[in-house]
């Protein structure tokens, strides 16, 4: 299972940090990402992490000002959102897939445990 927390209303311009904690079966070994689904549209990639941490990759609308992170030993991952943006807003939800491999899979059908989401809203 996995639980995000931390969103927020925030103004342009600030910043968020968003956590994402696995129980269960979901643990060291999975390949984790951050989706979001901005109002009316569909479910797209943010960014993604491999099981240790060495590779991630990032959606190009993110690029510079989100950085993602896991400390395996919490079983947690983070995002960390700067300089957001109006387009930032959204449902942002966690995912993870076993994976032991460094290759970020951006296609949400591959993997197979969500969160249940967090709201970011973003004012302009």
């Known amino acids: 299972q996995l639980a995000e927390s931390g969103g927020d209303l925030v103004q342009a311009g600030g910043s968020l940090r968003l956590s994402c904690t696995a129980s269960?079966?979901?643990?060291?070994?999975?390949?984790m990402a951050w989706f979001r689904r901005p109002p009316g549209k569909e479910r797209e990639f943010v960014v993604g992490i491999s099981w240790d941490g060495s590779s991630t990759g990032y959606a190009e609308a993110v690029k510079g000002r989100f950085t993602v992170s896991r400390d395996n030993a919490k079983n947690t991952m983070y995002l960390e959102m700067n300089n957001l943006k109006p387009d930032d807003a959204g449902v942002y939800y966690c995912?993870?897939?076993?994976?032991?491999?460094?290759?970020?899979?951006?296609?949400?059908?591959?993997?197979?445990?969500w969160g249940q989401g967090t709201q970011v809203t973003v004012s302009s």
């Open positions: 269960g079966r979901t643990g060291p070994a999975y390949a």
């Open positions: 995912a993870a897939r076993y994976s032991k491999g460094s290759l970020i899979i951006t296609r949400n059908s591959n993997y197979s445990t």
